[in-house]
């Protein structure tokens, strides 16, 4: 494992084609860093993301003898937050600056690890939501508008190149379109709730509804995402609480169904085996 120089970030090197990031999990909160203070920022953090981005580590080199790579954020969102542009993510404080950058450098990294040995991969950045329905939320940096739009409407628009998956969109080789791979039967909300997990888009809710608030897809599913080139797609996971992230039980069932969902997913997506 490698950290910046606090100690604050840390890097697990993984050997397989998966990306896990957990950007507001931590709770160290050290008086001698400066708490980020900027109009409108969010600084509460994301309840048991750190502990659920280890246990899918722990279950993932279990079921498949392979290593994710895994990049940690252990300081508290009031802090720090890597899923912000630096300004935000510092709230302008240049003490942290270095820490948000080795966030990005550790993620630039693993990227690079990834393609190098797969040629291609999958980053999931894990989340915890305060929305209360029972359903994780996608995010592909495809808004809900978008999604919310006809299959053939939603592939006319392009946006599915400008996503998290633009190089899953194009380069698969069943020809998958937008749709299909954003709420078909292989798309990650597909197997997520065959493994137990209501997800928006997903075969039975193919966009968020109306009334509803929903998470498209933060800084780090854009930036590490291929919406901007490369060859790792990036995809958020937004979580709810209730049955999920409030018992270690729940997060044991819960690390393992993304485990579950990543290594069908990068087997149908990828042609990746352990
Ligand atoms: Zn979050």
Redo the contacts with the bound molecule.
Sequence with gaps: MTTDPGGWVEYTVGDAPLVISA???GSLAPAFLPTRNCAGCITG??DA?EELARRVATEFRTRTGRHAHVVINKLA?SKLDP?REVLEGTGGNSVTVPIWEAYHAFLDTARSRVVRTHRRGLLLDL???VHPWPRLELGYVISAASLRQSDAALEASGAIGRSGIARLAADNEGHLSPATLLRGPTSLGAILARNGYAAVPSPDLPAPPEDELY?DG?YITDRHGSGRGGAVDAIQT?AWKTGVRDSPANLDRYAAALVSTAIEYLRVHYGWTP
Excluded: F, L
Aim: charged letters at 20%; zero cysteines.
């Design positions: 950007p507001h999990g953090g994301d993301i969102r899923n989340h915890g939501t998470y933060g937004e």
